[in-house]
């Protein structure tokens, strides 16, 4: 992925295991290629991490802050994929993956 792509989301330092070590919201000098869209698989014993994040920070509307601040408190791991991905932000955007995926429709 291309560095202008990666500074527009979250981007994962991770560990030889795939242990997410730090997740980096839209960094300006991304850490790794990485990139990880807001799709998560958290246990039950995120629930109450959650909460104390909600009521401590400033950024709880970006869900990226969250995986940053659980991977401190526990393990946290990345599954990886070598896929691509529409990621619809803007209105711009949204029009582009709907162009994307029309002409995958015609294939």
Excluded at 85 to 103: F, H, P, Q, T, V
């Amino acid at each position: 992925m291309d560095e202008r792509k990666l500074k527009k989301t979250g981007v994962l330092e991770l560990d030889a295991q795939d242990r997410v070590i730090r997740q980096h919201e839209k960094p300006g000098r991304p850490q790794s290629t990485w990139s990880c869209p807001p799709l998560y698989f958290l246990q039950a014993s995120a629930r109450p991490r959650l909460e104390a994040f909600l009521n401590s920070s400033a950024n709880s509307d970006a869900p990226g802050y969250f995986i940053d601040y659980l991977c401190r408190t526990e393990a946290v791991y990345a599954f990886k994929l070598n896929a691509s991905r529409l990621d619809i932000g803007s209105l711009d955007s949204y029009r582009e993956a709907d162009r994307i995926m029309r002409a995958e429709l015609k294939r």
